[in-house]
């Protein structure tokens, strides 16, 4: 009987240990992210943190993450738009060039214009869009992190 009662006891215990260990168990929050007043957003791009209020893994949860950075601009047609500030060839932060009023990458120099086409480099593909909202004035941010490389894009 003592046999039952240890086994009865060591099964749930090791699927306890098995269900955090090989998984894959932190979660970054899907809801857009407060980034920046919408009057601060002009034709040239500006860069803002995108940082959860808080990202949970299997153990806790962690209050105001980095997650990335997107570049916002407003657009002819006056809308905001947001891309991804990491490059799609090898995942490098990038910047934007004032002067040649194009994204560059200080990586392996591929480089974007405005709207994040791209214009040369080993990017295969343009810079990433991110989903934009704006509420009550503000720019809210969706992050979502793509897989480097390739000219589909897929999230990570
Ligand atoms: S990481 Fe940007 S060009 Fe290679």
Same mark, same amino acid.
């Given at each position: 009987m003592g046999g039952g009662v240890g086994a009865a006891l060591l099964v749930p215990a090791a699927r306890l240990v098995g269900h955090a $260990? !090989?998984? $894959?168990?932190v979660s970054s929050p899907t809801d857009p992210i407060d980034a920046i #007043? #919408?009057?601060?957003? !002009?034709d040239l791009p500006v860069r803002v943190p995108l940082v959860a209020a808080s990202v949970r893994d299997a153990y806790a949860s962690t209050a105001n993450v980095v997650l990335g950075a997107a570049w916002l601009r407003r657009g002819q047609d006056g809308q905001i738009a947001a891309l991804s500030s $990491?490059?799609?060839?090898?995942g490098c932060a990038i910047g934007f060039a004032e002067g040649a009023k194009r994204y560059e990458c200080p990586c392996h120099s591929a480089t974007f214009d405005l709207d994040g086409n791209r214009l040369s480099g080993p990017a295969e593909r343009g810079l990433d869009p991110l989903p934009v909202v704006i509420e009550r004035g503000r720019v809210k941010v969706t992050w979502v992190r793509y897989q480097n490389g390739g000219a589909d894009r897929k999230p990570a």
């Open positions: $260990v !090989g998984r $894959v168990v #007043a #919408a009057d601060q957003v !002009g $990491v490059c799609p060839h090898k």
